[in-house]
């Protein structure tokens, strides 16, 4: 087809991605979208079954840390944009195995980096979608852009290191990248391990919420919707070099989330027959507060209060009981994977 752009995504098949790539190619039909994710065990081919069939749609099955295919992408496509958003995502697994964070959230930033920069083709922006992670936990002090780095889990750990390697392409080449980094997001098609989706996982199973530890831990959360918006305006208003808090107003302690989604998917005013406390590890982070007024700057307002957000959340996962059918054989109950679903 004639495409008037073309936009690599990485990771376009996980919760986040999978909204993005629809975003894109429903959105802008005259420009193709490429895809490019290892269908990790955190995916499902469903969530991209809305554009599968679409012209400007070209899903890439492959390892974004594969450096012949990722250059491979480039030398067969003028590449204008790159949503760089592979990588492990689950904290708790970072702890377990910290050697498979590393290589795919660190090696594979800069297989990506070192093959867009190489391209014959001028790219014309790199988006590295991070995270209010990588500032480590703060009860009282918000985190601004130009506050320090101080991730505390190896997951952060990895996408702050990432985010210098992008870094350090813009200070060396101003090599056009953007840096994003955003409060927990969640929203339909999330997978099971994340806590909004697991709380509605175990429920549906009528199993009890299983709350980790005792510390007051809160976490802003931003509707899908709102995310991906600020991802489309960073794109077109973005500066290069820059690196954009995403930021959501509500901050909902995780106890108060548990309660909440009892009432709304069980109905029972006996909150406390559905929660039940589990050990933590010895240090959780447990707020992230950021300011996002420069993105903000740039014309961007959450649009979907909690209320609307979380409803909707919570009828698709009611209506979709089986679009993660494997967890039925997982063990979530702790926000980990015991036994990952075969790929
Ligand atoms: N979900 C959030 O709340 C949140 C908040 C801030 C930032 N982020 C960042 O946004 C990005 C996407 O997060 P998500 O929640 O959609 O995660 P996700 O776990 O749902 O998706 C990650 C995707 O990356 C793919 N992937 C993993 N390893 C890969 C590899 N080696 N090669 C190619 N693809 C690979 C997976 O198959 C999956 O499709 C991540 O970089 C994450 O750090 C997420």
Redesign the pocket.
Known sequence: MDCTRTVLV?????????HLVCSLVKKFPDWRIIN?????Y??SPKSLESIEERENYTFVK????DTWLVGHIFSSYNIDLIF???????VESSFESPSIFKW??IE?TEVLLRAAHQAQYQLQRFIY?????VYGSSLHKVFDESSPVRPSNP?SAT?AAAEFLVRSYWDKYKFPILI???????GPR??TE?VIPRFLTLLHMNKKCTIQGTCPKSRHFLFIDDAIDALLLLMEKGNDGEIYNVGASCEIPIIHLAKELIIMVKKDPEVNNWLEFVPDRPQVDLRYPITCEKLQQLGWRAKVPWAEGIRQTVKWYQDNPDFWSDTSNTDITHGQIRSKPEN
Do not use: M
């Open positions: 990485t990771g376009g098949s996980g919760f986040i991605g999978s490019l994710d290892n269908l990790d955190c995916c492959g390892d974004v840390c760089h958003l592979a990588a492990k995502t689950h795919v959230n594979g979608v991070s995270t209010d992670e997951y996408k994003t980094r955003s409060n927990n997001i969640y999330q997978y994340k």
